[in-house]
């Protein structure tokens, strides 16, 4: 018994020991990394190439929260369009691309036995990618770095000019894929302008509400003067004097820009439909030789045409004899020809060969009309072999797009730099869901910093017959 208590005994003291031993062990390991992590950190600081942990102060953190606070305000056009949400990661393992869909549109028939009209419904869709990243980068040297103010007024100048992209972004998106075209002879008085383009669209059967138009400022001031010139019209005359407002007028809410899209006018000469029977039969998706199935972007077809002289270009705005738009739900004629728009250039150079448009010819005329093409026709009938293309913009100047809402989509999108890596990272959403990302890093070298302010989304007119352009002064 007395030699089970000795040996006891002495286990509990090698016990101690080897524990006491392990901590020593492990202090110094901690020691030899410290010293280690000390010796590196000051060779790479000896020779330049230390990435210091540039965090911003508190300062920098309340300015930038007054940038993000201004940013949402400036970017006054994200407002109204809708806003499609996605997932970073989800995106990138899909190239920055998603396909959304288009509203549906029901055909109805007469009688009581529906048997043989139980057919499949065709669901469209539309891509929708990541394809804008702006950043504006500079540069605070040490002496610089002294006066705040300095940096807090170029970061406000950077937020200007970001949210600006975003508005240019929208407009000419806008203004490149709007099929619906108002062609002026004038300069704009008011009114009646406006209410062109709102007989356009509900004619062809767009929703009423959420519409907006973008006047150009030289427009937009005429308008104004035309408001302010008006005896009774509650205040509003008034208004229009003292602020250049227009406001609301036939549906729309206007507003001011000195940046929408100049179109330069059209030089193709003696443009004629090079074939006949050119129409599009919607799709959902197609199938290749391999077997393969993709989606299909309905918004667009393939045009054969024959051109004289002069070039087609992207952008022109046209008709075709006998092509008639038809209301969306109804699918009766409005008597008005239906509008076009050039988006590619697929052969020829802009002479005679192809051209992408925009709509596409639904005429839903060829014997045997799918249900698809049932649903989706947008005119009476499809152009005959000769028939005349004729130009709306015989002017060059400054469009004014308008839209609904839901034709058109932003897509918010991120980076994900490495926060704590010699970077400082500021980021801030706003309530449409984009993100501002400023980032901060120091150089030891000459004791400067470097700024930048990103922003990163994507912007598609998704339905193009709900968009459109107007055109003043053409001839």
Request: hydrophobic letters at 40%; a neutral charge; charged letters at 20%.
């Amino acid at each position: 018994m007395k030699k089970l208590i000795i040996a006891a005994a002495c286990a509990a003291a090698f016990s101690g020991i080897a524990a006491r031993v392990e901590r020593h062990l492990r202090a110094r390991t901690r020691w030899v990394h410290l010293n280690l992590g000390i010796a590196m950190h000051n060779t790479l600081g000896q020779r330049g190439l230390l990435l210091c942990a540039n965090a911003f102060s508190k300062e920098e953190k309340v300015a930038f929260d007054q940038v993000l606070a201004e940013f949402e305000d400036d970017a006054t056009l994200s407002e109204h369009v809708d806003i499609h949400r996605t997932d970073s990661t989800e995106m990138e393992r899909s190239n920055n691309t998603i396909w959304v869909p288009q509203p549906y549109i029901a055909t109805s028939y007469d009688g009581v036995d529906q048997s043989s009209n139980f057919n499949g419904i065709t669901q469209l869709s539309v891509p929708l990618s990541i394809g804008y990243s702006k950043s504006v980068p500079w540069t605070m040297t040490a002496a610089e770095l002294n006066d705040a103010l300095q940096n807090d007024n170029f970061a406000k100048s950077a937020r200007q000019k970001l949210a600006s992209d975003i508005n240019v972004a929208c407009s000419n998106v806008a203004a490149l894929y709007g099929s619906l075209v108002v062609k002026r002879t004038g300069e704009p008085t008011g009114y009646d302008d406006v209410a062109e383009a709102d007989a356009l669209m509900n004619e062809q059967g767009v929703m009423r509400n959420d519409r907006l138009m973008l006047l150009h400022t030289r427009h937009y001031n005429k308008m104004a003067s035309n408001l302010a010139q008006r005896a009774h019209m509650a205040g509003k005359p008034e208004r229009a004097y003292e602020t250049n407002f227009v406001g609301r007028v036939a549906g729309f809410d206007t507003f001011e820009a000195g940046y929408t899209y100049s179109l330069a006018a059209a030089t193709g000469t003696t443009v004629t439909v090079n074939g006949a029977a050119q129409r599009h039969v919607p799709a959902a998706t197609s199938t290749a030789a391999s077997g393969e199935t993709s989606n299909v972007d309905n918004r667009f077809q393939n045009l054969t045409i024959a051109v004289t002289s002069g070039t087609v270009k992207v952008g022109d705005a046209f008709t075709i004899a006998g092509v008639y738009a038809v209301h969306h739900i109804t699918k009766q004629s409005t008597g008005q020809l239906k509008t076009f728009r050039v988006t590619a250039i697929v052969s020829g150079l802009g002479g005679s060969g192809v051209v992408q448009i925009s709509p596409p010819i639904v005429s839903a005329d060829g014997g045997a009309p799918t249900r698809a093409e049932q649903q989706y026709q947008n005119v009476t009938a499809a152009p005959a072999n000769g028939a005349a293309i004729t130009f709306l913009n015989t002017v060059a100047g400054n469009v004014a797009p308008f839209w609904r809402k839901d034709a058109m989509r932003l897509l918010p999108a991120r980076y994900s730099p490495v926060e704590n890596a010699g970077l400082a990272v500021m980021r801030g959403t706003t309530k449409q869901g984009i993100e501002l990302l400023m980032t901060k890093q120091g150089a030891i070298g000459d004791l400067s910093a470097k700024f930048r302010m990103d922003v990163r989304f994507g912007v598609a007119c998704v339905q193009p017959e709900m968009a459109g352009v107007e055109l003043f002064n053409q001839i």
